[in-house]
C-alpha cells in the first residue's frame, strides 16, 4: 500500500483507566489527539464504542482522507477473536478488536499488546534504538517487559513473551493465570502497590504511598521491600535476555528517583553485564507511540489488506 508525506495513522491505546487516542504522521508527530475515560465498570463495550465515536471525530478533524492504516495497543494478548490474558474490564476478552476497527474506520487495522507496543515505541524511536538487544518495563497498573532482541520486538510462540507479571513468588505459589492471577503482579504492580499500601497510610493508589514515604518510615520500608522484590525479577529477566539497556515506563516513572536506584542497585550487583538503567523517551505515552510505529511498518511490510 502507497503512502505520500502527508498521511497518517490513526494510534490507539487502551489502558487500565484511559483510552488515548492521536493521528501520527510517518516521522511521529502527532497532529491531534484525544484521552477519554473507560469507565471500565461499566463495561467493555460501551468503553469500545466511545473510543470509536471519538475516533471518527478526530479523523474528520484531520482529513479522513489522509488516513492510511490504525494501529491499537491494549492490555493482553490480542488475538482476531479476542483477548487473552484480559484486563479486568468485563467483557473485554470477547472484543475482536480489529474487526470493530475496520468496520467503524474503513481502513485496515493492526492490534499489539501494549506493552510490546511501547517496546517498539522505544525501539523506533526513542531510547532502545539501534540496539540489538534490550528490555523495556512497563511499571504502571500492572507489569510486563518487552524485549528487543535482533532489532525487532519479541513475542514469543503465543505472544506472552516478557509477561512477567505471571512470575511465581514462591516455590508453593499456586496462584497464576490458570485462576485468573497475576503472582508479582498483584504484590509489585501499581495497582498492588496503592491497594496494599492502604496498610501502611495511603489512600489506594500508588503515588499517595511514595509522597508518605519522604516522611513516614512504615511507608518508606514497605517501599523499600516491594520495589526490592521487584528488582529481583528485573534482574532475573536481564540475566535470561543479557540486554544492553533497560527503558523503564509508565506511571511510576513519576517516582523516578525512588524506583531507578533500588532497581539499579540490584542489576549492578546481580546481573553478569549489568545494563544501563533509564527512563523511557515515550515514558507515559510509549503504547501510543508504539500502535502508530506498528501500523506505518505494517504498511511498510505490506502486512495490511485493504478493507472494503
Known amino acids: ?48 464504542v466511545r473510543t470509536l465515536d471519538a475516533a471518527r471525530a478526530l479523523i474528520a478533524g484531520v482529513g479522513a482522507e489522509r488516513l492510511s492504516a490504525a494501529g491499537v495497543a491494549s492490555p493482553g494478548i490480542v488475538r482476531r477473536d479476542g483477548v487473552l490474558l484480559a484486563p479486568n474490564v468485563p467483557g473485554w476478552s470477547g472484543l475482536r478488536l480489529q474487526d470493530r476497527f475496520e468496520a467503524a474506520l474503513g481502513v485496515p487495522t493492526v492490534c499489539a499488546t501494549d ?14 534504538r539501534d ?11 500492572g507489569l510486563a517487559v518487552g524485549v528487543v532482541a535482533g532489532g525487532g520486538v519479541l513475542t514469543g510462540a503465543h505472544g506472552s513473551a516478557g509477561e512477567i507479571g505471571y512470575n511465581l513468588r514462591r516455590v508453593d505459589d499456586e496462584a497464576g493465570p490458570l485462576a485468573g492471577r497475576a503472582p508479582l503482579e498483584e504484590r509489585v504492580g501499581g495497582r498492588a502497590i496503592g491497594l496494599r499500601g492502604r496498610a501502611v ?25 516491594t520495589l526490592g522484590e521487584l528488582a529481583v525479577h528485573l534482574a532475573n529477566a536481564a540475566i535470561l535476555i543479557d540486554p544492553e539497556r533497560i527503558t523503564v515506563g509508565g506511571g511510576l516513572v513519576g517516582s523516578a528517583d525512588r524506583v531507578l536506584p ?9 546481573v553478569p553485564f549489568p545494563p544501563e538503567l533509564v527512563v523511557a523517551r515515550f515514558a507515559q505515552d510509549g503504547a501510543l507511540v508504539g500502535a502508530a510505529a506498528l501500523a506505518w511498518d505494517a504498511l511498510r511490510d505490506g502486512g495490511l489488506r485493504a478493507v472494503s
Open 1 to 48: 500500500m502507497s503512502t505520500n508525506v502527508t498521511d497518517y495513522v490513526l494510534a490507539v491505546d487502551f489502558g487500565g483507566t484511559k483510552a488515548h487516542i492521536a493521528a501520527i504522521d510517518g516521522a511521529g508527530r502527532t497532529l491531534a489527539a484525544e484521552r477519554l475515560a473507560m469507565h471500565s465498570e461499566r463495561g467493555a463495550e460501551q468503553a469500545l
Open 262 to 270: 533500588v532497581l539499579a542497585e540490584v542489576l549492578d550487583r546481580a
Open 115 to 128: 506493552v510490546k507496543a511501547a517496546t517498539l515505541a522505544e525501539a523506533r524511536w526513542g531510547r532502545l
Open 131 to 141: 540496539l540489538s538487544f534490550g528490555m523495556h518495563v512497563n511499571l504502571g497498573t
Open 201 to 225: 497510610g495511603g489512600h489506594g493508589d500508588a503515588e499517595s504511598v511514595f509522597t508518605l514515604a519522604e516522611t513516614d518510615p512504615a511507608a518508606r520500608a514497605f517501599l523499600a521491600e
